[in-house]
């Protein structure tokens, strides 16, 4: 897909809330139908840091949006990214606004982003078609507690030699036909779903309250006047 279509986008993750959760849910959650009120709810409920997808340069936009709708889908809340050589960029008509349910976060390079990564508690594993894994087995370590990130690399160029450098372990994607590999978004979905499938889900309240106050952010129009008129003063 060329990198100058109307339909490519530019991807830069949502903000952070600025307010209170508990002041923006007051005043906005009689604003929606306690239809869409239920579904944030449950939407949030349902979301899992066990398992973040890592995008390491990724290339083609449709690839990195469909792995951002799969994500979004499966209840993921997380996500990293390595721009590619054309930035982070991603297609409306696949990615269908998935990216700003997500926290997404941009870092400068490879290094920087396997090194947050492990940081924040996560082992680290790499995709690769001989990996020592599967994604069953690394479904059997979130859902003994521990916390997973996934790593995709550049459709040509694959894994970066820095987020190899830097992984726990890799794993491969089973394949028992006559096809060797398979495309990066295909393996990040079978992957995702498997994890997930049984990953726990938010442990703390007040993560799953903050989501619901950014997910009605992002449901009521011009959110923001909304809550300066309703805030104003205290």
């Known amino acids: 897909m060329r990198h100058d279509s109307t339909d490519?986008?530019?991807i830069t993750g949502p903000p952070e809330l600025?307010?209170?959760?508990?002041?923006?849910?007051?005043?906005?959650?009689?604003?929606?139908?306690?239809?869409?009120?239920?579904?944030?709810?449950?939407?949030?409920?349902?979301?899992?840091?066990?398992?973040?997808?890592?995008?390491?340069?990724?290339s083609d936009p449709h690839n990195a949006s469909a792995i951002l709708r799969s994500s979004e889908a499966f209840g993921v809340q997380a996500v990293h990214l390595v721009p590619g050589p054309?930035?982070?960029?991603?297609?409306?008509?696949v990615e269908k606004g998935s990216s700003r349910w997500l926290d997404i976060q941009l870092?400068?390079?490879?290094?920087?982003?396997?090194?947050?990564?492990?940081a924040a508690g996560y082992q680290l594993f790499i995709a690769v078609m001989d990996g020592d894994?599967?994604?069953?087995?690394?479904?059997d370590r979130v859902a003994s507690g521990e916390r997973v990130a996934v790593a995709f690399g550049n459709e040509r160029e694959g894994i970066s030699d820095a987020m190899r450098a830097r992984a726990t372990g890799s794993y491969?994607?089973?394949?028992?036909?006559?096809?060797?590999?398979?495309?990066?978004?295909?393996?990040?979905?079978?992957t995702l779903y498997t994890i997930t499938a049984r990953a726990p889900r938010l442990a703390s309240e007040a993560e799953v309250q903050r989501l619901i106050a950014r997910y009605l952010m992002h449901s009521v129009h011009d959110a923001e006047s909304v809550l300066d008129l309703h805030l104003e003063g205290g």
């Open 172 to 190: 491969r994607v089973p394949m028992r036909g006559f096809v060797e590999s398979l495309n990066v978004s295909v393996a990040a979905a079978t």
């Open 8 to 10: 490519v986008i530019e």
């Open 107 to 118: 870092h400068a390079d490879s290094a920087t982003c396997a090194d947050a990564v492990v």
């Open 133 to 139: 894994e599967t994604p069953e087995l690394l479904a």
């Open 86 to 93: 054309h930035g982070f960029r991603a297609t409306r008509s």
């Open 18 to 58: 600025t307010r209170p959760a508990s002041d923006v849910i007051r005043v906005l959650s009689g604003m929606i139908t306690p239809t869409r009120l239920g579904r944030i709810e449950a939407a949030a409920r349902g979301r899992t840091l066990g398992v973040v997808p890592v995008l390491d340069g990724l």
